[in-house]
């Protein structure tokens, strides 16, 4: 392994970040990799807050990434980190300086004046093509991500972020040193907004590909795949099932990560039944982000190799 290549670790919170999981996800990584340090190509299909990029990236050598996701904003806010991360820098300290100068009931009023134009912009904002509102807009989307409540990212079926103020002393609004490390680390990479289904181009023998799909809800009321509008259902956890194995016949080495539905009721084969014939590891993981406090705790989640 070659150490401190990069330090940098996810800008956001994420829900279903994996910096959790990482420790049992590192042990698995396909072994010649492990072995040369160096990574040819990498492509994550559900990046989200991109724990384990940025993980590889401060231990391997890669020499070229593609990261997909169909959420725009979260999307927008890599493209800023890699296209204009000094300005964004700037926007983000003035933001800070104002906003922690203030007392509580002034930093509640900042945040809905904030979440109020962030979401009164989205009606009319051009995601297809690059310019400087994206600064502003990741700006705020950063601002947010880093004071709602519980660092979920929320919207309501018209798109329009919903969740409510959280209660932090000092939030680390900006944090120059990350953004900077982030900026590079992105050097050599590729940002994507996309459904997973569109990754398979890049993806070739040899390629690294790691998945990490919304999870299967493990309760009824868990409200855990809903990071986008509409949602993941088994119907779309069936169909990566199929991807899975188109691009394990191009001689890619896969790593998947699930939620074992195990948890819930043992008779749940769910996943054994899409991935039997591929290396199926079920490992234990802390979850942080639920609506209701019994999803906090010790789970157990599924790792899927194809090596
Ligand atoms: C479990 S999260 C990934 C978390 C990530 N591994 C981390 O460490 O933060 C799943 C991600 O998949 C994205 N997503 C949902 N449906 C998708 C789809 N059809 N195609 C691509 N990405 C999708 C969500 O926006 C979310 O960011």
Redo the contacts with the bound molecule.
């Keep these: 392994m070659n150490k401190n290549i990069n330090n940098a670790k ?1 800008f956001l919170k ?5 910096n959790q999981l990482l420790k049992e996800l590192n042990k698995r990584l396909p072994l010649n990799l492990k072995d040369a340090g160096t990574i040819g190509r990498y492509v994550e ?8 990029f940025f993980n590889l990236k401060n231990h391997y050598n890669i020499k070229e990434s593609i990261l ?4 725009k904003e ?1 999307v927008m806010a890599y493209q800023v980190m890699k296209n204009d991360h000094k300005i964004l820098i700037d926007l983000l300290d003035d933001i800070e300086d104002n906003h922690l100068k203030k007392d509580e009931n002034a930093r509640k009023d900042n945040y809905y004046r904030i979440r109020d134009i962030y979401n009164s912009k989205l009606k009319d904002f051009d995601f297809n093509n690059y310019n400087e509102q994206w600064i502003e807009r990741t700006s705020y989307f950063i601002f947010l991500n880093k004071t709602c409540f519980n660092g979920l990212f929320r919207q309501n079926k018209n798109g329009q972020f919903n969740v409510p103020f959280g209660l932090y002393k000092n939030p680390n609004i900006c944090d120059k040193i990350n953004i900077n490390l982030v900026n590079q680390a992105l050097n050599n990479t590729e940002i994507i907004c ?3 289904i569109h990754s398979d181009k890049y993806i070739m023998e040899g390629t690294f590909v790691y998945l ?4 299967r809800p493990i309760s009824k009321t868990s409200n855990f795949t809903m ?2 509008k509409g949602g ?1 259902t088994d119907l ?1 956890q069936l169909e990566l099932s199929n991807f899975y194995k188109n691009i394990d016949q191009k001689g890619a080495y896969l790593m998947l990560s699930n939620s074992d539905p195990k948890n819930n009721d043992l008779t749940d084969t769910f996943f054994d039944n899409l991935y039997g014939e591929y290396n199926i590891d079920i490992v234990c993981a802390r979850r942080n982000i639920n609506r209701n406090s019994s999803g906090r705790g010790t789970i157990n989640e599924l790792i899927i190799m194809n090596y």
């Design positions: 996810p994420w829900a279903g970040g994996k299909p559900f990046v989200g807050g991109g724990a384990m997909l996701d169909i959420n979260l996309s459904d997973f990490d799909p919304p999870y990071y986008s993941f779309d």
